[in-house]
């Protein structure tokens, strides 16, 4: 039986065995900060056609099995993963929800696509960035910002 192609908006928590077709736009390592910093899981941005973007995890034991076949930029399908609801600390975008990668998850490269997934629209900034971004834009004031900065 082939596995039907939703998009990230529409997938629930728990098991899903549904392709997702969706460009990895960035991928960094999650370590143990007070265990030596011994890794824990390598979490990724994804975005699909419609350009929602979602973030998914490979735990450090199943990273054998995927982390070679990981390129920023490129475009996936993927079934076969587990849905979970994504840890404030973790929710980097709009979805309350995130992919976990599994020992069922299939990760297949799509050379030859005919969809038309976006490219990375935006990126990290610093503070200084930010701060430099919003004094030269109309759009972005910082009038009622916090006076306050957090301790460095």
């Known amino acids: 039986m082939a596995n039907s192609k939703v998009y990230l908006p529409?997938?629930?928590s728990g098991p899903c065995f549904s392709t997702v077709e969706?460009?990895?736009l960035r991928v960094w390592e999650v370590?143990?900060?007070k265990q030596g910093g011994e890794l824990r899981r390598l979490n990724m941005l994804i975005v699909d056609m419609n350009g929602t973007i979602m973030?998914?995890?490979?735990?450090?034991?199943?990273?054998?099995l995927f982390r070679s076949r990981l390129i920023a930029g490129a475009v996936y399908s993927v079934s076969g993963f587990f849905v979970?609801?994504?840890?404030l600390t973790l929710r980097l975008t709009d979805s309350s929800l995130m992919i976990m990668?599994?020992?069922?998850?299939?990760l297949d490269v799509l050379s030859d696509t005919d969809?038309?997934?976006p490219v990375e629209e935006f990126r990290f900034r610093n503070e200084a960035e930010l701060l430099e971004l919003a004094?030269?834009?109309?759009?972005c004031s910082l009038q009622n910002a916090p006076s306050h900065r957090p301790p460095r």
Do not use: Q
């Open 135 to 139: 004094s030269a834009s109309t759009l």
């Open 31 to 33: 370590k143990k900060m």
């Open 55 to 64: 973030v998914a995890s490979i735990s450090a034991k199943r990273l054998i």
């Open 10 to 12: 529409d997938l629930k």
């Open 115 to 117: 969809s038309e997934l």
């Open 84 to 87: 979970s609801d994504c840890a």
């Open 22 to 24: 969706c460009r990895l």
């Open 101 to 106: 990668f599994n020992d069922s998850t299939s």
